[in-house]
């Protein structure tokens, strides 16, 4: 067991009546070398009307969102501004992505699996132990960095009993 699996199974519990949803944002270092500027990679997204599924830890141990919607800093509105005037997340230049946060077979971890439906359904999964109690949010280490080449990158991700689906 460990703070994450805890909090986990509070949002397993509440999604027996609601319909979670999941905001998430990440953040990736730059891979320039010394000398040389460029912002890492963040992003940021969220979905609605998550399901309870079936996980590695039995029935009803995972929560699936099918339709996540996904933003990235460096999709930029007016790319002929400079970079501090720039404005990033440009919204027509979201992915889609599924998410499946599961209790892994032991117990002792969360498992999360994302499928990038914007990108030929290439898969990846990480576990964690993490979580901080303040902020009440899982916290993925070690995560795929946005972009050819890109260093891992970490990940906090919250859910909410919304009991909403589809768009607002």
């Given at each position: 067991m460990s703070a994450a699996t805890d909090y986990f199974k509070a949002q397993l519990e509440q999604a027996t009546k609601y319909a979670p949803a999941v905001?998430?944002?990440?953040c990736g270092r730059s891979i320039l070398p010394p000398g040389q500027f460029a912002p890492g990679v963040a992003s940021f997204g969220w979905g609605f009307g998550g399901?309870?599924?079936n996980g590695p830890g039995?029935?009803?141990?995972?929560i699936a969102f099918n339709d996540v919607h996904q933003w990235f800093s460096?999709?930029?509105v007016n790319t002929q501004?400079?970079?501090?005037e720039a404005?990033?997340?440009?919204a027509a230049a979201k992915d889609n992505v599924g998410m499946t946060f599961a209790l892994a077979t032991d117990q002792n971890s969360v498992v999360l699996s994302v499928v990038l439906h914007s990108w030929g359904n290439a898969q990846w999964q990480v576990g964690t132990?993490?979580?901080d109690g303040a902020s009440q949010q899982l916290i993925f280490s070690g995560i795929p960095g946005a972009g050819a080449g890109a260093p891992p990158a970490m990940m906090l991700?919250?859910?909410s009993p919304a009991n909403v689906e589809g768009e607002l």
């Open positions: 905001t998430f944002a990440a399901s309870l599924a039995g029935n009803g141990t995972a460096d999709r930029l501004a400079n970079l501090s404005q990033a997340f440009n132990e993490d979580f991700t919250s859910f």
